[in-house]
């Protein structure tokens, strides 16, 4: 890995999302389920599972896997915020995942798979941590969700993209022990 490439990885995701639209960033597990999920929500309209958050510059997915780069799995959201409020993105991620259990979901287990909420706008922020603090009213243990900036988002391998909406069946690595949440 070559670390000269750190002030890339460590940027802001500068894409810019199609007209009218926003785009945040959501890490909740093993990005399949999660990425299903939001591609449920009424208004979003693209979803792209990728690593973000990391420092070793267009990660392949073998590297996030090894522990070493720190990114997290992630799925890119884009939403219409006339047809999709940033509070119905925020409650498809907490009923999504388990923000408790830090680097793991069920047995996938790795800093990749860290539950956090990345903001492109201040109001974003603003919102997620007004909803981390209503969240950690209704549960009895310490919710490790991360609340940060969005960095570069890097987008994952083809074969990741969509992969329950196109029905689960193309070869994966065995790290990724997806739990299929409903």
Not at 112 to 120: D, L, V
Not at 147 to 164: G, V
Request: charged share 25%; net charge negative; aromatic share 12%.
């Amino acid at each position: 890995m070559d670390s000269s490439s750190s002030s890339i990885a460590q940027g802001p995701d500068d894409d810019v999302p199609a007209p009218g639209q926003q785009f945040t960033q959501f890490g909740a597990g093993c990005f399949w389920g999660v990425e299903l999920a939001f591609q449920r929500v009424a208004g979003v309209t693209k979803t792209e599972v990728g690593y973000s958050q990391g420092f070793f510059h267009n990660p392949t997915y073998n590297d996030v896997c090894s522990g070493t780069t720190n990114h997290s799995e992630i799925v890119r959201v884009q939403f219409d915020p006339n047809h999709c409020t940033y509070h119905n993105l925020l409650e498809a991620f907490w009923a999504r995942h388990d923000p408790t259990t830090l680097n793991r979901q069920g047995s996938d287990v790795g800093t990749q798979y860290r539950s956090g909420m990345y903001f492109y706008t201040p109001e974003q922020e603003k919102e997620a941590r007004e909803s981390l603090e209503k969240q950690q009213k209704l549960l009895d243990r310490k919710i490790v969700t991360e609340i940060l900036p969005a960095k570069k988002f890097y987008r994952a391998e083809e074969y990741h993209q969509q992969y329950l909406a196109k029905g689960g069946r193309f070869e994966y690595s065995e790290r990724c022990l997806c739990i299929l949440l409903s």
